[in-house]
């Protein structure tokens, strides 16, 4: 990046530095020392120019980021929010549509859970579609199979709460142990973590969050904003009341 600034201004100087009339070949040796001398000696009375420059490159390229990111939100917002295979929370008729991306590994996501469920409760017209995002391990994949597995027998959102207040490593087998004490059928959940219909919805939410550049957990899409990493509950309040407003 330094690179490219001094290269914009190696070239600002040697138009300004010019004379009038056109070139009709490349400049001199002498003259291109004389221009990066001139160069040199700015950038060295001026150093801050070049935190300028690279804040502006930067928010050029957030910008950038940003429209990409919502262009995204708006030709994937049926996926997002309306696939028939995502679990929901909250109010299934809700005027707001938060969707989730987390991992049952995730740290953060752990954290992120009750402030959420909080929001999500107390506000009462809130849909929280749950998209399962094994990023960090396959016994991350494992919990999300079981997770999907577990919806077929309705019992997700027991599942999925008492798996994300998980502490310490997660198995295979705590997986299996969590499934138990939430009333599960164990062996059927066995049996349909194996069914590729599952397999393929959590490979679509792998694809969804590339399309939205998303990278990490948790990450959350809410009106024309994804929002990545953790945030406040009153964040998302604010954001959830934008989103309101807009329609």
Do not use: W
Not at 61 to 89: G, I, S, T, W
Request: glycine share 6%.
């Amino acid at each position: 990046m330094f690179r490219s600034v001094f290269a914009a201004a190696l070239l600002s100087a040697a138009f300004l530095a010019a004379p009038a009339h056109a070139h009709d070949g490349p400049l001199s040796p002498d003259r291109k020392a004389e221009i990066e001398a001139l160069v040199r000696d700015y950038i060295l009375q001026h150093p801050e120019i070049i935190l300028e420059s690279v804040a502006i490159m930067q928010a050029r390229e957030d910008a950038a980021k940003n429209a990409a990111a919502k262009q995204a939100l708006v030709d994937h917002r049926e996926a997002l929010e309306r696939d028939p295979a995502d679990p929901v929370l909250g109010n299934p008729d809700g005027d707001v549509t938060i969707v989730e991306f987390f991992d049952y590994q995730c740290g953060y996501c752990k954290t992120m859970m009750k402030p959420l469920m909080e929001l999500v409760e107390e506000d009462g017209n809130i849909r929280l579609v749950l998209k399962e995002f094994p990023i960090l391990s396959p016994t991350s994949e494992a919990a999300a199979l079981a997770s999907l597995a577990a919806d077929r027998q309705g019992r997700y959102k027991d599942f999925h709460t008492a798996l994300l207040g998980l502490r310490g490593r997660l198995t295979t087998e705590a997986i299996f142990q969590v499934a138990l004490e939430t009333g599960l059928d164990v062996e059927k959940l066995q049996a349909d973590m194996k069914d590729p219909a599952l397999q393929a919805h959590v490979r679509k939410s792998f694809e969804l969050a590339q399309a939205l550049s998303i990278q990490g957990t948790p990450a959350f899409t809410i009106g024309d904003h994804v929002v990545p990493g953790a945030v406040s509950k009153e964040q998302l309040a604010e954001l959830v009341a934008e989103a309101r407003e807009k329609g």
